[in-house]
């Protein structure tokens, strides 16, 4: 049987899987002969897992064994207080993992939210190898735009257990974007609005498309906003008629799981038939309460119903407001409105949105219920071989040969024991050929199926780039965040890694531990921990080895690490990564095999230098934004970067580290100044090429004259009031300050951007 590659949206609310036909991606129906699944999965007395209408229909009687929405606990720890209203509001019971992770807790037994996921999964490619009559073993999954390295880790896990290879994991916009065609029309550079308004979440991202690069610009969201808030609405409206009609109260009452699951089935009806139509009849023959059968009949019209759900459909549009302001941007500077979801189906969203944006909100011939599985059909076009030396490893059940994650001892599947001496999984079958030929998302001409440059355009035929939302960083003494891959870092990183030097601090240091961090916090145990990554050192090394470390990140946006002593010849490190393995390291257990700043051996990182970079980062955003960014929005972080300046001065630490933390999230939204000011400082600072070697100063030199050039185009663009050209020629100036320290880097390997700018924040004193 042939092997094919499907492109899956795996939900908050319902999943779809898409395949490429004729170079067209189209959708698969599943085992119910529909395109959407619902992310629904029920677990049996006889331990069997039924997946989404059936299971979706048993949750009125069995409401703790069937779990939903189990996307918002991906890759989350049990303690995160985002979670925690989930949590209380979930029917199902939970329980905090031997990771500090969520797990769920069915008929006595636990499992975690990628293997909840795989059950999904498995479905949906069940599905489609019936509806293909072929074997699926490759696949595209997507993840929103938020989701940061653990939640994309647990994805492609998730992945790998329903015994898919996850070629690539994409950005829920980005595939949106790939769908609508976007990254076919590459005449000029634009800014795309992706309005993804789901079952259960709402997500707002402005992204910024040009040459194949999809950048994050801004987003925004809000993970409790969705199709199942309108339904609530017509249920609290129906719940209202029962009253009247039948003299009943049943709000707030608990118990009614049956009443309340098929008051929810007849108000999603209801919904989407008032999509169609200006109103609608709904009739619920036998609703049971108290053991009673009720006849509820009424009419719903549309009118009503924009009347219920306009507060939700308002909180929105604020949510797009925020995520333009984020970017930068305003309502003019987006050239188009992508509606993604099915919630967006409903008339008076689209209403909503064309008021504010008009003739930009398009639709084209893409279904937005669909959209984001045919843009991840369409990477699987181009998406290599996935793959990677660290991955978690699997087990196989002898009994039921499903894949299980190598610490259980039962099966997820048959529920039987798995001897530890069951043999590995089969490595999986080669990459299928989809089509003989593929398209250019460049120039729309055919091209050979492995083609690596367009026949016809000569661009490369290649996957978009990506960019992170989050910074990664590690910790090191003091428990301090030291950021070693920024937000806004394209991946894949292709050969270019992120370059980071410590130095060891005492003779004879025999092994090197770098725990790892995800978020924005200037402490880093605030932040998510991602894992440890550790090497052993060769016997003898005196106090002061330099350790330089790279970090990459993969075609899935998901982070690795190699290590060499560039002192001693063949001074290559083999780290091990523990990704989450054995829990965050407390602060307190860092000792002298830790990392330490590159200022010197044996000295600790100073707090005092970082927070001269941050006020150094707010005086850029006061300068560069002067007529661009109002006083009424300036003043909060003027005044903390003013408290963090006393705090510096009278040697506060301990309040300093907490202003640093609060000034560096007011600072998140003003990137492009604050790389603006970066380009000015650098380009006048002309002590530079004192640090460049002698065989790389023409090299130095034309990147500065390339830095100057960008910042000149920079300034043009911001007089003019042209947002676009000056973020355009902000990433120009970016690349080259990248480059720049590079060069510095080799003569000096301990040169830290912020001993740089050191100095430059004067006008805050």
């Not at 979930?90 to 969520?102: D, R």
């Not at 999509?275 to 609703?287: C, G």
């Not at 370059?499 to 200037?522: C, D, L, M, W």
Request: with cysteine; proline share 7%; charged share 25%.
């Amino acid at each position: 049987m042939a092997n094919r590659a499907v492109g899956i949206d795996l939900g908050t609310t319902n999943s779809v899987i898409a395949q490429i036909k004729a170079t067209e991606p189209r959708v698969i129906d599943n085992e119910d002969s529909e395109p959407l699944t619902p992310s629904v999965v029920y677990l049996t007395e006889a331990n069997e897992w039924v997946v989404g209408k059936g299971a979706r229909h048993r949750g009125g009687s069995s409401p703790e064994n069937t779990v939903f929405s189990i996307k918002r606990f991906m890759g989350r720890d049990f303690d995160d207080p985002e979670c925690a209203r989930d949590i209380a509001a979930a029917p199902y019971k939970m329980a905090k993992s031997h990771l500090g992770e969520v797990d769920v807790l069915l008929r006595g037994r636990a499992y975690s939210p990628p293997e909840i996921s795989a059950v999904i999964l498995e479905s949906l490619k069940r599905g489609a190898e019936a509806y293909l009559d072929a074997s699926v073993s490759h696949a595209v999954i997507t993840v929103p735009a938020y989701f940061g390295n653990r939640q994309r880790e647990v994805t492609r896990l998730a992945g790998r257990l329903a015994g898919l290879n996850v070629m690539r994991i994409i950005p829920e916009p980005t595939a949106a974007a790939l769908a609508y065609g976007f990254a076919g029309d590459m005449s000029e550079a634009q800014t795309v609005l992706v309005y993804d308004l789901g079952g259960g979440t709402f997500d707002v991202t402005v992204m910024f498309i040009a040459a194949g690069l999809f950048e994050d610009q801004g987003k925004s969201g809000d993970m409790h906003l969705g199709g199942d808030d309108f339904d609530q609405r017509i249920m609290d409206w129906l719940v209202e008629q029962i009253r009247i009609q039948h003299g009943i109260d049943i709000k707030g009452r608990t118990g009614l799981h049956a009443c309340r699951a098929m008051l929810k089935s007849s108000a999603e009806e209801a919904k989407i038939r008032l999509s169609r139509t200006s109103r609608t009849e709904i009739i619920i023959p036998a609703l049971n309460v108290d053991g009673r059968d009720i006849h509820l009949q009424c009419e719903l019209t549309r009118e009503e119903f924009n009347r219920m759900i306009k507060p939700q459909v308002d909180r929105s549009i604020d949510l797009i407001h925020e995520a333009i302001r984020v970017a930068r941007t305003t309502v003019d500077g987006i050239d188009k409105i992508l509606l993604v979801g099915g919630s967006t189906k409903v008339p008076l969203v689209e209403e909503t949105v064309r008021q504010i944006f008009g003739e930009k909100v398009i639709h084209g011939e893409v279904n937005p219920m669909h959209c984001v599985a045919q843009g991840a059909a369409i990477q699987t076009m181009m998406a290599e071989e996935a793959g990677r030396s660290d991955e978690t490893p699997l087990r196989q059940c002898p009994h039921c040969g499903v894949l299980n994650l190598p610490e259980r001892a039962d099966c997820r599947w048959c529920a039987r024991t798995i001897d530890s001496s069951s043999p590995p999984p089969p490595p999986p079958p080669p990459a299928p050929p989809l089509e003989n030929e593929v398209v250019c998302l460049n120039c729309k001409s055919r091209n050979p199926f492995g083609t690596k440059v367009c026949n016809q355009c000569q661009q490369p035929m290649d996957a978009p780039i990506n960019t992170t939302p989050l910074p990664t960083g590690v910790q090191v003494v003091g428990d301090k965040m030291e950021v070693v891959i920024p937000p806004g870092t394209a991946y894949p990183t292709r050969g270019e890694p992120h370059r980071h030097t410590f130095k060891t601090n005492r003779p004879g240091q025999s092994e090197v531990a770098v725990p790892i961090y995800e978020g924005f916090e200037a402490v880093a145990s605030a932040n998510q921990y991602l894992g440890q990554a550790t090497s052993h050192l060769p016997d003898g090394l005196p106090e002061g080895t330099a350790i330089e470390l790279s970090f990459s990140l993969d075609s899935d946006g998901i982070i690795f690490l190699d290590g060499i002593l560039p002192e001693r010849p063949n001074g290559k490190l083999d780290f091990n990564m523990d990704w989450k393995g054995r829990g965050a390291p407390s602060p307190s257990q860092y000792g002298s095999d830790e990392p330490h700043d590159p200022h010197g051996p044996g000295q600790p990182i100073s707090w005092k230098d970082q927070a001269q970079f941050l006020l150094f980062q707010a005086a850029a955003v006061k300068n560069e934004g002067e007529g661009l960014i109002s006083p009424a929005e300036l003043a909060p972080l003027m005044q903390k970067a003013a408290e963090l300046l006393t705090a510096l001065q009278t040697e506060d630490q301990a309040r300093g580290i907490r202003l640093m933390a609060e000034l560096e999230k007011l600072i998140e939204s003003y990137q492009v100044f604050v790389m603006l000011g970066m380009m000015r400082v650098l380009s006048q600072n002309n002590e530079l090429i004192t640090q460049v070697p002698t065989s790389q100063r023409k090299e130095f030199e034309d990147l500065m004259a390339r830095l100057q050039a960008a910042l000149s185009q920079a300034d043009r663009a911001r007089q003019l009031g042209a947002g676009n050209d000056m973020a355009r020629a902000v990433m120009v100036g970016q690349d080259c300050l990248q480059q720049i320290i590079q060069i510095i880097s080799e003569g000096d390997r301990t040169v830290p951007l912020s001993n740089l700018l050191r100095g430059s924040s004067s006008d805050l004193r």
